[in-house]
Every structure is written in C-alpha cells, then in structure tokens.
C-alpha cells in the first residue's frame, strides 16, 4: 500500500513540473538579488551625489524586493501562485518607513526641549533627574494629584 502511494507521488506530472519551476525560480532569485545589489551601489552613490535618493530607484526598489520575497514564498512551498512573469510585475507597495525625508511646508517655529541634568552612571535610567525631580517622583506625584481629584470631597484622617 505504501510503495503505490510513493509510486503515485513519483510519477504525479505536476510535482516533476513545480521541481522545473523551483529550478528556474531559483535561478531568476539569484538573478534578482545581482539586480538588487546594483541598485543599492547606484542608490547609495545618488545619494551621495545629489543628497537624496532616487525616487525612481526607490519604487523599483520596492517592486523588485516583493518580487524576491514571491518567489521565496513559491521556491519554499509558502504559495502555490507563481510569481511574475505568471502574474503582474509587484506593484510599488508603501513602505513602512521611507528613506526619504520630507520637509515640511510650514514654518511653525518649536518650543526649546527642557535642559535634563545628567545622572551618575550607576543610577538606573529610570531615575533620570528632569528640573530637579526624577522621573518616578513625577510619576507618583501625578498619580496622587489624578487620585486626589477623582474622589468626592471626604474627611481627611488626621495624621
């Protein structure tokens, strides 16, 4: 009973034909990655030259990387979808967070950051000292004067 399973599993046409497709997808991977690798030598000498990267550059960038993560999906037996050129060419997607900076149109001016004294070395950060007070004191202080102001008026205990 097992052997004609195994039998069966060996002579199936479509698994010999994901097998030519891992093949040829790991080929176009390692391809993809030599691409990558160049556009991140041309973005890195963009940037140094005109001091922004390549917006162009960046959207094939992003194109290119969904690519390379497909046919990971597809060599890994994550998805059964062949990637391009089976499907449309990856979409630019929006990253996460762009290497690029974008200024702002307004001029709206920012209040100075308070000065913080430093602490000795052997403090824990926790106890950074911030205008005199450290940070759990203003914590707790806050947290008492929230306590304080939520509760109806009652007698105070005498201390």
Known sequence: MEEENIQSRLTNGSTWLRGLWIVVYAVALRLAEIVLIACAIFQFFA????????????????SLSTFIHQ????????????PFPFAEWPAEKPA???ATVKKSTTTKKRAAP??????????????AVSDGETVIEKAAKKSAEKATANKPDSPQPAT
């Open 47 to 62: 940037s140094l030259c005109t001091g922004k990267p390549n917006e162009r550059l960046l959207v094939f960038g992003r």
């Open 71 to 82: 046919s990971a999906s597809f060599l890994s037996y994550s998805a059964d979808e062949r």
């Open 96 to 98: 996460r967070k762009t």
């Open 114 to 127: 308070k000065k913080k004294t430093a602490t000795p070395s052997s403090q824990s950060t926790n106890k």
